[in-house]
């Protein structure tokens, strides 16, 4: 069945780094965009990040732009977001997730546990 694992989430300080893991397994992962997504407490979903199955086409929404990037290594099948410049706002329980497609902006079908990222001083 189709499998995400998410690590690599912690405690960090307002302007630190941190780099978030997903191993996936289950399905051919070179054929499916992938993405990350994000649950702060007492809000709602919202997609930080999606990359094709190639790795060529990327999206970020304005709220991590320039400051998270979207990584994947097919070989490995693991999915990869190096966060950078990291804020109190992003706070939040990561998911790696399984789209529908190939491309970017597919729904979402499957998702992981979650790995909580914590951005205080």
């Known amino acids: 069945q189709v499998q995400v694992v998410e690590s690599g989430g912690g405690l960090v300080q307002p302007g630190g780094s941190l780099r978030l893991s997903c191993r996936a397994s289950?399905?051919?992962?070179?054929?499916?965009?992938m993405s990350w997504v994000r649950q702060a407490p007492g809000k709602g979903l919202e997609s930080v990040s999606d990359i094709d199955r190639g790795g060529d086409n990327t999206y970020y929404p304005d709220s991590v732009k320039g400051r998270f990037t979207i990584s994947r290594d097919n070989a490995k099948n693991t999915l990869y977001l190096q966060m950078n410049s990291l804020k109190p706002d992003d706070t939040a329980m990561y998911y790696c997730?399984?789209?529908?497609?190939?491309?970017?902006?597919?729904?979402?079908?499957?998702w992981g546990q979650g790995t909580q990222v914590t951005v205080s001083s």
């Open positions: 289950g399905f051919t992962f070179s054929s499916y965009s």
């Open positions: 997730t399984k789209t529908m497609g190939s491309v970017v902006h597919r729904p979402v079908d499957s």
